[in-house]
């Protein structure tokens, strides 16, 4: 697997609570993605960096913030979660070093009540 | 607007039996393609890409540039091919990907 991890892998939180969750990179790409899995909608991209400090919004961005200071670090904002909001989140990464493939993280499984 | 379509959320077949994942896409130009797969409880990987053209755990995949499709194939299906598939489309020098829904394929014994 590419170095990619995901902290933390499992949350529960309430609705109206802030969440962050992280995602830490060794492999020095460039690109970073954040996804959402959601049964019947497959993947679907909340945000991603083409650098850092460089950010864009995906498909699915309303009620998301992120932040990239390090290359290796990309942090996706919850500022207030609510119960759509409960799903599996990816990170990816991705370099042309590497072609265009993306490599994914571990997920990170978020339960809001 | 760009699109990949898996027209099945679910696929089931017996151990043996061939396997055909459909995936449909609207793109402008000439888009890069690939199968990623989810086996349970792990995450996503590439399976493989259009351009690399090569076979990966059996499966093959044709690009059909007339029908707009890449479809995902395997003559013989295996009970550790069970897992989700997904398809995805990437414009030519883009780095941000447009995936298929997934299929989930349930190989039987």
């Known amino acids: 697997d590419a170095g990619i991890t995901q902290s933390p892998r499992h949350k529960v939180t309430e609705t109206g609570t802030p969440v962050t969750l992280r995602c830490h990179q060794t492999?020095?790409?460039?690109?970073m993605y954040w996804y959402r899995q959601d049964p019947g909608h497959g993947l679907r991209l909340i945000h991603y960096s083409y650098g850092v400090k460089d950010t864009d919004k995906g498909e699915v961005s309303d009620g998301y913030s992120v932040s990239r200071s390090k290359t290796e670090d990309f942090l996706l904002t919850l500022e207030s979660a609510t119960s759509s909001q409960t799903s599996v989140y990816f990170c990816?990464?991705?370099?042309?070093?590497?072609?265009?493939?993306?490599?994914f993280g571990p997920g990170t499984r978020l339960t809001v009540l | 607007a760009q699109r990949v379509t898996q027209p099945e959320k679910l696929l089931s077949v017996f151990k043996g039996a061939p396997v055909e994942l459909k995936c449909n896409y609207s793109y402008s130009g000439s888009p890069e393609l690939f199968w990623y797969v989810q086996y349970s409880r792990q995450r996503l990987q590439l399976l493989l890409r259009?351009?690399s053209r090569e076979s990966i755990k059996g499966f093959t995949a044709d690009l059909n540039k007339g029908e707009t499709s890449f479809h995902l194939k395997k003559p013989f299906a295996q009970e550790e091919d069970s897992a989700m598939y997904y398809c995805a489309a990437q414009g030519r020098g883009s780095y941000i990907p447009t995936f298929g829904r997934g299929t989930s394929l349930i190989v039987h014994p």
């Open positions: 492999e020095n790409h460039r690109y």
């Open positions: 990816a990464i991705s370099d042309i070093r590497e072609g265009t493939e993306q490599f």
């Open positions: 259009h351009i």
